[in-house]
């Protein structure tokens, strides 16, 4: 079937299967290999992407499901050459490790300063706990979110 | 001495050399490779956990749309079997199945649905075998056996002090059990194989030790090592469990990929990885503790038993780590402790962070605070009357080197958390049903491989013309930092920004065996290895600058990314390398270190085990539902004394990370089989920490520097990870009265003192019993 949705700003139009997930569309078809596919099943969140604004996990959407909508993913997340507050802060917070979750949490949290720019930590958590790493112990990860909501209020 | 505290300052310097790469996605994961003409390899699993192999039909597979190639183990050209001390463990099973993950054939065709399909059609006629589930059940004399001999993996004794064992005011006698645990990288394994231009292989993937894995992969294909290159994908972390599991994945891959002169791509799914790789040991640990009246420890019988699984992997190690360091980090003048690992067909297990240590920090730990119990003195005090101090001699006999920092790492954290108010309060609070504890654990752990074999690592260094410089070690980064960690040192021996590095992924074609990367001992073998190739590269410089400039070679150094003549600016960096390129000095180094000797004498469990030590303590603040059983961890201090730090935010993240790691391997984590067959196979059921679970961590770090390491570094990796499941348990203790001695410290176990499970008939021995 023929599907058309907005993907990191732009239009795009594909004959695809309509039972693809929208991780192998993401990174088999269009080659975006950012977004991670850590269990297939909902529970890690490495695949995590933005639709209409909100975190939802690719592993689990079939494409015709993102039909008319706005999909966001981890190569689409920053402005020109310009790192996502997120993106900035992990790197000076040591927020990462292996990186194999980093994407996944980069997406939660840009989900959440979107709505909720000054988040207290628990909500920062709350945020967070779709998505598992196994490396960090969060410390750094909610450390960098909270820098990143700083900078964000600031600009703006 | 220094002592770090809190620090938690951005570092601009020290920020990771891949962070960047990490955060936009950029970074090329094993399974992100996406070369053209690619093929997907699927494996048929044999899905029981002991069976002869009778007959593989695979005739339907091959007729199916989009097979290239359907291979059995009958198509393995040289080695059938691989194993890093024993190799046993078949690529694909030929005579028989021995535990539930193990494969029996392999298929490559254009999609992985048609690879999937087609592996479903291969026709697997096996005879179901009894088997065998539980160690103790394993050495039984009439027990059916995993191979062709005893099911007895591996023993080691240690033997300390003369004479029976000596009559004791204080006797405790208390069994310790814990549970297999899954690594939990996040990033399942991943491998693509293609057929080499002039022979040979080429593999890259998310390997741990490139170097063991290229011995199996060669010998599987008999190939020459030189034949055979593998190159490491950025891995998505490892905790030790991307070792064999890996290796299996590279041979078959490689098989494939040799078969169809295609590239081959082979992803296990998470449900796959949980059955097919290899896990932490499971123990059980007996005690027997005799102290005098007052607490002080007169001697300790330990037997131990562990769950080897069906091969042999590395158990040979991880329970000598095991035997060594069983009495703890404590004096005692008579100690007599026994390992056994035994063969079962449950899934195999290997190393695991901790690498035998974090069952006996349990179980030890939990042990000194039974008797701080018995004593009525605090945990605190009973650590203090029998903690390892300068000069002490373990039980194998050996003298501890340098400075023993382990009280200093306990007083730390009992302060900091203001330990012994806390727990003489929590201890009388009896009314509220939600319960506060807190609990103290500490350790001593040998650094890097000590006696288990060679122990030595390179690392290249090649200054280029302009002054940047190109880093490749034969130690691999699987997440822990060990490029930022490397960079860093030649950054600081060069006085150049770290943006002028640039640190390249392991490759056994272009760096030295540099053996494992395990044992914590990625900072102290490659960082020292670095070191000594930037030592190199400076004489040579600082030769060149004499004979330029004048004077001797020792009047130059470099600073600010420019040589130095006493206090007067010479040249920049890198006009100077420029220079010497002119000059014709070579500007490439590998540096070497080798570790300082170390001795066993497995008969009688004597020697000096390792070259060195590192002391650590956690204390855990806890809040006990005891209507629930649930348990929360609000706060853990952390102190561990590492040598010297290279890089304080790599090394925050490993204590960080290897505390949550230590809070699951305490409170939520089992991977739990039933005669065989594993009863979770993802992170639904099987749980880790999330961010709403883990806890406040405060860290401090002792340093002082290790004489017998150039950098000064020895290890943390390992010992942030061990101690904080018994500070927990130790807590659930002071909050509730009750004592858990095995782990997981569940909901179930805190509330009722057992595990609640399906009741599954227990037959392990055979079959047909009732």
Known sequence: MKISFTLNGKPISRDVAPDKRLIDFLREDLGLIGTKEGCGKGECGSCTVLMDGEAVCSCLLLCAQVQGRHITTIEGVQSGNELHPVQQAFIETGAVQCGFCTPGFVMSSAALLEKNPEPNEDEIRRAVAGNLCRCTGYSKIVKGIRIAGKRMREKS | MRIKQNKLKSHPKNRRVDGVGKVTGKAVFAADQMPGHLLYGAVKRAHVPHAKVLHIRTDEARKCKGVHAVLTANDIPGAHGFGIIVPHQRVLADDKVRFYGDGLALVAAETPEQAQFAAEQINVELEELPAVFSPEEALVSDAPLV?????????????????????????????????????????????????????????????????????????????????????????????????????????????????????????NSREESFIESYKRHPYKLSYRLGADKDGY?????????????????????????????????????????????????????????????????????????????????????????????????????????????????????????????????????????????????CSYRGVSLGAEGTDAAGTLVAIQTDGSVIVASGITDMGQGSQTALSVIVAEEFAISLSHIKFLNTDTDRVPDSGPTVASRGTIMGGNAAYDACITLKNRLFHLAAQLYGGNVDDFHLKDSALWRGNKRVIDFGELADKAFAHAVPLMAVGWFKAPKTTWHEEHGQGTAYFAFVYGANAAEVEVDTETGQVRVLDVWACHEVGKIVSYPQACGQVYGGVVMGQGYGLFEEYHQEQGIPQLRNFDEYTLATALDAPQIHLSFLEHPDSLSLIGAKSLGEPATEICAPAIVNAIFNATGRRIRELPASLERVLLGKQLRRKNQRTSLTKEQP
Not at chain 2, 203 to 232: C, E, M, W, Y
Request: net charge positive.
């Open chain 2, 147 to 267: 191979h062709e001999n005893s099911n007895l993996l591996f023993e080691h004794t240690v033997h300390h002090g003369e004479g029976e064992t000596p009559d004791t005011a204080i006797n405790l006698l208390h069994t310790y059990r814990t549970q297999h645990i899954e690594h939990s990288y996040l990033e399942p394994e991943a491998v693509v194989a293609w057929p080499a231009e002039h022979g040979g292989v080429v593999i890259k993937g998310s390997v741990q030790n490139l170097f063991s894995t290229r011995r199996s992969v060669a010998a599987v294909l008999d190939f020459p090592l030189a034949k055979v290159q593998i190159i490491q994908a950025t891995l998505g972390g490892s905790f030790g469990g991307k070792d064999e599991v890996m290796t299996l994945l590279s041979c078959r891959a490689a098989l494939l990929a040799l078969a169809t002169n295609r590239p081959v791509k082979m992803v």
């Open chain 2, 297 to 441: 420890l007169k001697s300790i019988q330990a037997d131990f038993i562990a769950d080897g699984g069906a091969y042999a992997s590395t158990s040979q190690f991880v329970t000598w780590r095991s035997a060594v360091q069983a009495a703890g980090p404590y004096r005692v003048p008579w100690v007599r402790a026994r390992v056994r690992a035994a063969f079962t067909n449950n899934n195999y297990t290997g190393a695991m962070r901790g690498f035998g240590s974090p069952q006996v920090n349990f179980a030890i730990e939990s042990l000194m605070d039974e008797l701080a119990e018995e004593t009525q003195l605090s945990p605190l005090e009973i650590r203090r009357r029998n903690a390892y101090r300068d000069g002490d001699t373990t039980p194998t006999g050996q003298k501890l080197p340098g400075k023993v920092t382990l009280i200093e790492a306990l007083e730390n954290v009992a302060r900091e958390s203001d330990f012994e108010k806390k727990w003489a309060q929590y201890r009388a609070n009896k009314k509220s049903p939600v319960k506060r504890g807190i609990g103290l654990a």
